[in-house]
């Protein structure tokens, strides 16, 4: 039986017992997880540090600096061909926590990628709508 202990780990814990291989689903943004930090250089759709995070699609060549986008992607680990990770991270933790409700909404699909926003319709400081921007 496997306990809770063993799946869910820091990503300190993941570089330092050499995890980076295994099939993973990394929560957070390269500000503040280093796994997703070194995964976001290999990747076509990915976080601009030089343009304060915003996302940067290498298919369509566009740019998303809306505050509360996120990005949802499945795909090859670059350290390993044969596993895959799933990453989840947005340009706020908010946007994360959304980009994780947003979960259901997908197909079940091989490799994937969605960027999405969230937007407060009404004006009352909460999010309640969240917009594909571009998706595979």
Known sequence: KMYKDELVKFDTEIISQNLLRENLIVIG??????VAYRLNSFLKVRFLQELNWAIYSEFSKKIYEE???ALIILTDNPWN?????????GRRNISTKLA????DKIENEDN???????????GDGKLESIEVLEKS
């Open 29 to 34: 943004g390269p500000v503040t997880n280093t």
């Open 100 to 103: 994780l409700m947003f979960l």
């Open 81 to 89: 061909k044969s596993k895959k990770i799933l990453w989840i991270a």
């Open 112 to 122: 994937f990628y969605y960027i999405i926003n969230a937007k407060d319709l009404d």
């Open 67 to 69: 505050e509360f986008s």
